[in-house]
């Protein structure tokens, strides 16, 4: 039963050493951090929880046609320079990217992968729909040797237990948003969430931190059952093997 395993996160030292390996904490690039004050203060509330590298994720998509890797890399070399001065958090560059009509120009570019260079490649698709060509262009990443990493699959709305099926099949991995267990994004990616972590679908875990805010708000609220501690344990640890 699963409250009957009721145990508040954040009330132990269950982040200590761990990475996270999604946020949008690259201030002014999207829609999540805009100030680089702003953006410190993240690093450090991450920081007294435990958190030893996180993994800057922008969003490469159409809405935001100016982050390309060279543009990206730049303002992380910079931010990262700033960042050291305040925080002892370890930064990596990736991004997040979207399936969508620009991906084959940031596929051309060569990816900012999640492991530094690695072959890790974090991908997210529309919440309401999916666009036709997403299924060859997860396949195109594969084909070219690199590993696809599905963002938040709980979210798609319009994702099947038959979709979820298909994905792994094919050897795609899954990336679990941690506010999803919490009710941040509605009840049905809350209880999609729930189940998938139960069933241990998901590979990896991150953030995905957009503000402060919502993160201070939605983290208390999270309660699993020991089962459910146990996975995100494992997916705590695969997070860090991604540096080994
Ligand atoms: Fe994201």
New binding site residues.
């Given amino acids: 039963m699963m409250f009957s395993f009721l145990k508040h996160v954040l009330s132990s030292d269950f982040f200590q050493g761990a990475c996270d390996t999604?946020?949008?904490i690259l201030p002014g690039v999207d829609d999540?951090f805009q100030t680089s004050d702003l953006a410190i203060e993240a690093l450090q509330l991450l920081e007294r929880q435990g958190v030893r590298k996180t993994i800057l994720?922008p969003?490469f998509m159409k809405e935001y046609p100016d982050n390309v890797k060279s543009s990206i890399v730049e303002k992380f070399n910079i931010f990262q320079a700033k960042a050291a001065k305040s925080t002892q958090i370890e930064l990596h560059l990736a991004a997040?990217h979207m399936l969508d009509a620009c991906f084959p120009e940031h596929f051309k570019n060569g990816f900012l992968t999640l492991d530094n260079g690695g072959v890790h490649v974090l991908c997210?698709t529309s919440y309401l729909m999916c666009e036709p060509n997403v299924s060859q262009m997860l396949y195109d990443i594969m084909l070219a040797g690199y590993q696809p990493v599905i963002?938040?699959p709980e979210r798609y709305q319009y994702a099947s237990k038959e979709h979820y099926r298909r994905w792994k099949e094919k050897g795609y991995l899954f990336q679990m948003?941690i506010l999803s267990l919490a009710g941040a994004y509605g009840q049905p990616a809350k209880l999609k969430s729930h189940e998938m972590l139960c069933k241990g679908m998901y590979d990896f875990v991150?953030s995905?931190m957009?503000r402060i805010d919502n993160f201070r708000k939605f983290i208390p609220k999270l309660r699993l059952s020991t089962k459910e501690i146990e996975q995100l344990h494992r997916l705590l640890e695969n997070n860090t093997a991604l540096f080994k």
């Fill in positions: 999604h946020c949008h999540g994720t969003h997040e997210e963002a938040h948003n991150g995905d957009h």
